[in-house]
């Protein structure tokens, strides 16, 4: 990235400075020397002198020679990743192609197509859907992903090159920083965690925190270090007992106390509304130990875990064991949380040094553990095949697979996208409404419904993990005290609460405001009633007036009262409860008007009607015949003032179907409307479907049997 970290200064190389970087190569190499991969120093030292010979002449912006950057990255690459010469080089390499006049094709030429290919997949990276031009992605995250699964060292080396910068941002301009940090928190962030490089993760996390909110950080570090000592104390009290019960046991073990990150501090504390003085688990216990059988390995977890059951209280609800069930990124260890000096619960983390080395760089750590040389090849391969076959299949809870089994500590967060491809990061559990107002706080206040993979889904409905929603809004849809339910995050209520009330000062203090806020509300009762009416009589509320004005007949009660459904207005009323069809075994209750009300012979409340008013009871039979059909059908909407009054008109006034049955269901403003009649063949249905599409706010209707 030259304009942000690239400065041309033609000073020419002083021997000074040549010592400085031919050193930092040295490092590089002895830090490769020192791992077990191959030995190909050869053409990782012709990567070096080819970037250096690329990149001469120019100095990053803190003013150092422009290699040492690539350097540094092959070192993270090598010491932090655990990758090989393939990685270095192309770390060495990963800028050539955008900052010089290099071409791909040279990089090719020199050092063949694998670690081209790789160059080149960073360069596209930091171009595009990452680049300096790209801060709001408009790229989706798990395509993306996918996208880079020819080769994962691509998003390794861009990985590694991002935690160099952000280790080396102070040199920028603050508005450069403030983006680079953004970008960091948004992206790389995530995708770190996301292949379980954990440690880096965290790193990552804390930079960006550190430049985004300066302030903060420095008090949340400054309380760190001064709780340390009585952290320490308490920490070293609450493992006395184990440490005696391990060396009793024979273990070779290392017992740290853990400090939860800046970062996730912050992020409890603004997510919790809490001070820092109550965020509990700022006290963690790793205790690692030496193993060198595999087969041992579970049962000396759960040997440790029973060391700190003996004198400890343990939390009922934390134990995580994720040794048997590893976690969808090949997180292995044993957590549990137990009481400690003060109340104070603590976590516990049991690993052995492989698992820990895991948790702490990804899969990319189990070279360390193959016998003799290791095939790096073979190792990224499996490990991107099991992020593929996640990433792949994202049904509900196939992002973590643990969540089945409730353990569901793997993901606090979600990631979903805007229908362009815009990715959100919200925390787990959060719902339509919450989006809308991450987004932007006026599509919060007029959400009406969500839309998921063309289903309509409520306000309320929680999102998970690779949905793209599209926010639907009405501008006369407004906040009502009800929306705090369906809502999660603090920016959407705290917006809510805010809505709220204003717009009961406008009701204290002026009177045409009132009318003009009161307004919807007015008019979603009269809508509810409207729904009311239809459901207690599934014909025109015209038509219900017209029987209303003739006088009915006494019904004898003694003999079989014959129900005709097909009679253009049937003699019987059906009930909203049980909604029985022409056929079903139903009883007949004479009401006050002389009418006959049925239900399922099965309602409860017909049974109730049977013991109470039994004299009202009369027999019934369906009678009648007809050629027409009984045919359903299925509606998906938004609702609407009038929605129903106009489907009902459609279906019975212009079409003259009459309507069975009618089944609405609203969740907030998403309807959904079972509905049944006789018609006389199967092409009126499709000729009525098509027309109720045509209804505003009808998104979606089907013939259902
Ligand atoms: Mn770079």
Same mark, same amino acid.
């Given at each position: ?13 002083? +021997? ?122 408009? @790229? ?62 965290? @790193? ?81 216990? %790793? ?63 049991? %690993? ?42 994202? @049904? ?132 509810? +009633? ?44 059906? @009930? ?99 509905? +049944? ?29």
């Amino acid at each position: 990235m030259q304009d942000s970290y690239t400065q041309f200064i033609s000073t020419g190389d002083s +021997s000074q400075e040549e010592k400085i970087v031919e050193a930092a190569f040295a490092d590089l190499l002895e830090c490769y020397l020192e791992s077990n991969h191959r030995k190909k120093v050869d053409i990782i030292r012709r990567a070096y002198d080819f970037a250096k010979e690329a990149h001469k002449g120019t100095r990053r912006r803190s003013g150092e020679p422009y290699i040492l950057h690539p350097i540094a990255v092959a070192r993270i690459v090598v010491e932090e990743l655990g990758l090989g010469s393939t990685s270095i080089c192309a770390a060495l390499l990963h800028d050539v192609v955008e900052d010089s006049e290099y071409t791909r094709e040279d990089i090719e030429n020199a050092f063949g197509k694998r670690i081209a290919d790789i160059v080149e997949g960073v360069t596209k990276i930091s171009g595009g859907i990452f680049g300096d031009k790209a801060s709001v992605q408009a @790229e989706n995250f798990r395509k993306l992903l996918l996208s880079m699964s020819t080769d994962i060292r691509v998003i390794l080396v861009k990985m590694a090159d991002r935690l160099h910068n952000m280790r080396t941002l102070g040199s920028l301009r603050p508005e450069k920083q403030y983006k680079i940090a953004g970008e960091t928190l948004y992206v790389y962030a995530p995708l770190a965690h996301r292949l379980g490089l954990s440690k880096i993760k965290y @790193e990552l996390e804390d930079l960006a925190f550190k430049y985004e909110h300066p302030q903060k950080y420095k008090e949340i570090i400054e309380k760190v270090n001064e709780t340390e000592e009585h952290r320490e104390a308490i920490v070293e009290e609450f493992v006395a007992p184990v440490r005696k019960m391990l060396d009793d046991a024979g273990f070779k073990y290392e017992i740290k106390a853990r400090v939860k990150s800046a970062y996730s501090i912050y992020n409890k504390m603004e997510t919790k509304k809490i001070p820092f003085e109550e965020i509990y688990d700022v006290y963690a216990v %790793r205790v690692i130990f030496e193993n060198d059988d595999d087969a041992l390995e579970k049962i000396k977890c759960w040997q440790i875990y029973t060391f700190f059951t003996e004198g400890h209280k343990l939390h009922p609800e934390r134990l995580r064991d994720w040794i048997s069930i590893p976690k969808a990124n090949g997180y292995r260890a044993l957590h549990l949380t137990a009481m400690g000096p003060e109340g104070k619960w603590i976590e516990v983390q049991i %690993r052995s040094r492989k698992m820990d080395d895991i948790a702490e760089l990804g899969y990319a750590a189990h070279w360390k553990y193959k016998d003799g040389v290791r095939e790096e090849e073979t190792e990224l391969d499996t490990w991107m095949n099991t992020i593929k076959d996640i990433l792949a299949h994202p @049904e509900p809870n196939a992002m973590d697979f643990l969540d089945t089994i409730k353990l569901n500590l793997f993901s606090s967060e979600i990631y979903v996208f805007t229908p362009k491809g815009d990715l959100l990061v919200l925390p787990s559990g959060a719902t339509v409404l919450d989006m809308a107002f991450a987004i932007h706080s006026h599509l919060g206040l007029h959400c009406m419904a969500g839309k998921i993979s063309h289903k309509l889904v409520p306000l309320s409905h929680k999102l998970e993990s690779g949905d793209q929603v599209e926010i639907i809004t009405s501008e006369t849809r407004t906040p009502t005290p009800e929306w705090m339910d369906f809502c999660h995050t603090a920016k959407a209520q705290s917006r809510i609460r805010t809505y709220l009330r204003k717009a009961q000062d406008v009701e204290i203090f002026s009177p045409e405001e009132l009318d003009r806020i009161g307004n919807p509300t007015q008019k979603r009762e009269e809508k509810k +009633s409207l729904v009311k009416k239809i459901l207690k009589n599934p014909f025109s509320s015209k038509k219900k007036e017209k029987r209303k004005a003739s006088a009915h007949q006494p019904i004898d009660r003694q003999k079989v009262f014959k129900l005709y459904p097909d009679d253009k207005e049937p003699n019987y009323h059906i @009930e909203s409860c049980c909604k029985p069809l022409p056929g079903d075994d139903v009883l007949g209750f004479v009401n006050e008007d002389e009418e006959v009300v049925l239900h399922k012979v099965s309602c409860p409340i017909a049974m109730r009607l049977k013991s109470s008013y039994g004299s009202r009871l009369v027999m019934t039979e369906w009678g009648g015949s007809s050629s027409r059909f009984l045919t359903s059908v299925a509606m998906d909407g938004i609702d609407r003032l009038g929605i129903l009054e106009d489907i009902v008109n459609l279906i019975s006034t212009r079409l003259m179907i009459d309507i069975r049955s009618m089944n609405i269901s609203t969740r907030q403003d998403v309807f959904h409307c079972d509905m +049944s009649f006789y018609v006389d063949s199967a092409e009126t249905v499709t000729t009525l479907c098509e027309q109720l599409m045509h209804v505003k706010g009808v998104k979606f209707a089907q013939r259902t049997s």
